[in-house]
């Protein structure tokens, strides 16, 4: 009963959430995965694109350290800030609203949350973002779509991640396919390395065609 | 005051798991990681090895799938329970005992629960056991213990993964020794490859020596 309320809460304050947003016509990427599938590298690859056309904001969740909004400043010229979450394994839509107020959203055209890095406890909150990015990183395995199945149930779009060290994982696209496929019939499966700039082209294309449509109000 | 409540009422029930498992000399290891991080592999390098000495259990936990109860029963003589937790992204004390239960404690010497892939919840949940075994994937990044503080505070061991794919990831050894440290001054380290075989006999030597100093009441 406890989890219900807080959801329900949760899922009214996310429409708070998109009405801000919408109202600045901005477009907001939750970005999820488990720890280490490589966020913020593939943001990394992203930005620099995306930048070319949108002025770019993002919101680093970490329990602690702040060395992915640092690297993030460093190489990007997108607006970011750092959040602590005191401990707790995802974010939930105050904590969303709260960065986004704290980050400063004016200006701005596209969004990206990276998520705490978790395949579970994030994938119940409703962030607010106009759209969920799953990774799966490919050393993790083919499998983890059925062991983790609500994070792949709210995907609208999962890159597969590290796909340049296929060769010597044994992970089978065609699985990790059809174990997606089993949780969710619509979502864009992407195959991506942000190490060889592989599939990013693709990804930047299904982003920036869904954040225009939001943009431009289409 | 609603999580400090569940906490404080989970760490009582721990004692009583442990006294359970003293009463009948067990030594039961909380094997904890990210997903894919090759928890099913270690055990399926450790368990027939400590089979010739030992009766060995397994809790297998899981949101979803019986993929991993089913590949060490098939692979290995321990006794296997496969164990669903609705979507919790945690095992609590209350269920680690109900699993305990329903695997049937009598004549084991040593239990493994192979705990939910999160790299945050199980951490703060005491299962009743007796060793924090925590893995650390080498593609997952030498960052990890920084970012995922209390996972890395509570192991009692940690061994890094995947360790043959070292020349190709950037991964320092040194690093990842060095940010561990920061969390836990104490934990043991392992360097580990399941499929090459490495290390497994130093993490092999360090859990044998902590069970049997427990099952002979040392």
Redesign the interface.
Known sequence: M?KEDILSRNNKKAKDVRVLLSDKDIFYVNLMS????GKTSILLRLIPELSKKYKIGVIEA????E?DALTIEDKTDAKVIQMHTG?A?HITCQMSLEALNALGTDGLDIIFLEN??????PA?FDTGADMNLVLL?L???D??P?????MFEVADAVAIT?AD?SP??DFSIDNARENIRKRNSSAEIFFTSAKQNEGITELLQYIENKAAKKIQGI
Chains 1, 2 share one sequence.
């Not at 059925?146 to 609500?150: A, T, V």
């Open positions: 406890i488990s720890p280490g599938a970490d329990i602690d350290s060395k401990g394994c705490i890095g978790n395949l579970v406890c119940e990183s050393p993790e395995g499998d983890k059925l062991k983790y199945p609500l590290k060290v010597i994982f």
